[in-house]
């Protein structure tokens, strides 16, 4: 396995199948990835997605990925480290680093809405003329491009947030969601009395804090993001379904079937049986 790196707060560059299908890598960087033709197969933490023109990728620092092409393809990809954009002055999206590792366990294209899909495109073959000429402030052309995009796969990305949150909340609710997502496998490490200590919040008032700023209960919101994942792994990866329990910190294969039936309505096997990519 190869393990990239990035040199510059930025990168953008023109790829074709020819040069940049090299087996499995693993990054230290966020790369959006924009198919401008062709199609094939893209593999991330082990889940094979399809993939085909005008769909758009997050890749999320530690991630690993390879390729499986079945026709000549082109890509325009962007590279941009943490410190760019915790750094940038984003007017409407605080912690946007926190919004695009949202994206960790997630490999589906991320533009869910059309006219987003639209914009991107336009933006992306505009970028590519950019890139391709010697053109007068080529370089701040290319950052403002880049920054666009970036809030356009926030935007969409934004989809795994709770949906009733409200647009100016606390940060410590934004740095609480991010550590669900990130302990989202280890069970143990989001119980009430662990997260209030973590936070700093009493355990009598932190569910009802969280409620308050995100409109859900801080127990749905895990359950709900648990569920996303766990239909993730059964629409794109091989795992067996006691290989999912074991990763989501269930005790074993009925008690991950009780769980996902209870917030679905189906059991694991049916549900992947009926939506198998």
């Excluded at 590279?79 to 954009?85: A, E």
């Excluded at 590792?101 to 533009?111: G, K, P, V, Y």
């Excluded at 059309?114 to 970028?127: H, I, K, R, T």
Aim: charged content about 25%; aromatic content about 12%.
């Amino acid at each position: 396995m190869v393990r990239e790196n990035l040199y510059e707060s930025v990168q953008v560059y023109y790829e074709t199948s020819d040069s940049c299908f090299e087996g499995d890598k693993q990054l230290n960087f966020f790369e959006l990835f924009y198919v401008l033709s062709g199609k094939g197969a893209h593999i991330v933490n082990g889940n094979k997605i399809q993939f085909k023109k005008n769909e758009l990728f997050l890749l999320t620092p530690n991630d690993r990925h390879s390729f499986e092409v079945d026709e000549f393809c082109e890509f325009l990809v962007i590279r941009f480290g943490q410190n760019y954009v915790a750094e940038f002055q984003w007017k409407s999206i605080d912690q946007m680093e926190c919004v695009l590792f949202h994206a960790s366990h997630l490999s589906e294209s991320i533009l869910k809405n059309p006219e987003d899909n639209e914009a991107v495109a336009s933006l992306m073959q505009y970028l590519l003329r950019i890139l391709q000429r010697d053109n007068l402030y080529k370089e701040d052309l290319i950052r403002h491009l880049v920054n666009a995009i970036i809030v356009i796969a926030a935007r969409n990305l934004s989809i795994i947030r709770p949906q009733r949150m409200q647009e100016n909340v606390d940060e410590k609710i934004l740095e609480m969601i991010d550590y669900i997502q990130a302990h989202i496998h280890k069970p143990d490490m989001l119980k009430l009395e662990v997260m209030a200590d973590k936070f700093g919040v009493s355990k009598t008032y932190i569910g009802a804090y969280f409620r308050r700023q995100a409109g859900e209960s801080l127990q749905q919101y895990i359950s709900a993001y648990r569920i996303r994942l766990i239909e993730h792994r059964l629409r794109f990866s091989n795992k067996r379904i006691t290989e999912i329990a074991e990763e989501f910190g269930f005790a074993d294969e009925s008690h991950v079937n009780k769980f996902f039936k209870r917030h679905t309505g189906v059991r694991l096997k049916s549900y992947r049986t009926k939506n198998r990519v």
